[in-house]
T-cell receptor, first 112, second 111 residues
Framework: EPEVTQTPSHQVTQMGQEVILRCVPI?????FYWYRQILGQKVEFLVS????????KSEIFDDQFSVERPDGSNFTLKIRSTKLEDSAMYFC??????????FGDGTRLSIL | EDQVTQSPEALRLQEGESSSLNCSYT??????LFWYRQDPGKGPEFLFT???AGEEKEKERLKATLTKKESFLHITAPKPEDSATYLC????????????FGKGTHLIIQP
């Protein structure tokens, strides 16, 4: 069964550094998403992306965040200057038209 | 603001002991309500989508139902492999595409 793949599974970064989280969505999907889950809290929506542009973003997705689909298979989330409070699990999701979102297994981001 | 509240936070059952998980929601026009299962260290795994009050979906030992204010996930004769955190999420109408999740119910099925 096709699945969403995320790399790395765990990323450790110094505060203030830039980090890029990578996702390979399911191949025929057109809608892409990033969510985060701080330890012990809810899964929170960050951003949705369709037709090479952001379609919706939450209040969490401020100027330090950006997303990109650099080629036909990858979808990335960049955090420009990481803060301690960015430590969380980051999940990528994708879906086709009129389908539910399917999630990857996440990247655990640890900011030191 | 869309809100999802799940109860109980945690539930421990004996194998074969049926029960229900609750998801109460407030949303400005419901486009869909989703149930996901999340195992430790994994991403949410899709289970069901419900679109309108009165709708029911079933898969193996799980059945999801929907009213105008809440959804239930009924688990019949559960097995230890059903142990997981069950997440409820809503999607609002009007173009908003992101899901609003509840905190989940952590279910443990003891053999």
């Amino acid at each position: 069964e096709p699945e969403v793949t995320q790399t790395p599974s765990h990323q450790v970064t110094q505060m203030g550094q830039e980090v890029i989280l990578r996702c390979v969505p399911i191949s025929n999907h057109l809608y892409f998403y990033w969510y985060r889950q701080i330890l012990g809290q809810k899964v929170e929506f960050l951003v949705s992306f369709y037709n090479n542009e952001i379609s919706e973003k939450s209040e969490i997705f401020d100027d330090q965040f950006s997303v990109e689909r650099p080629d036909g298979s990858n979808f990335t989330l960049k955090i420009r200057s990481t803060k301690l409070e960015d430590s969380a699990m980051y999940f990528c999701a994708s879906k086709g038209a009129a389908q539910p979102q399917h999630f990857g297994d996440g990247t655990r981001l640890s900011i030191l | 603001e869309d809100q999802v509240t799940q109860s109980p936070e945690a539930l421990r059952l004996q194998e074969g002991e049926s029960s229900s998980l609750n998801c109460s929601y407030t949303v400005s026009g419901l486009r869909g309500l989703f149930w996901y299962r999340q195992d430790p260290g994994k991403g949410p795994e899709f289970l069901f989508t419900l679109y309108s009050a009165g709708e029911e979906k079933e898969k193996e030992r799980l059945k999801a139902t929907l009213t105008k204010k809440e959804s239930f996930l009924h688990i019949t004769a559960p097995k230890p492999e059903d142990s997981a955190t069950y997440l409820c999420a809503v999607q609002a109408r009007g173009g908003a595409d992101g899901l609003t999740f509840g905190k989940g119910t952590h279910l443990i099925i003891q053999p």
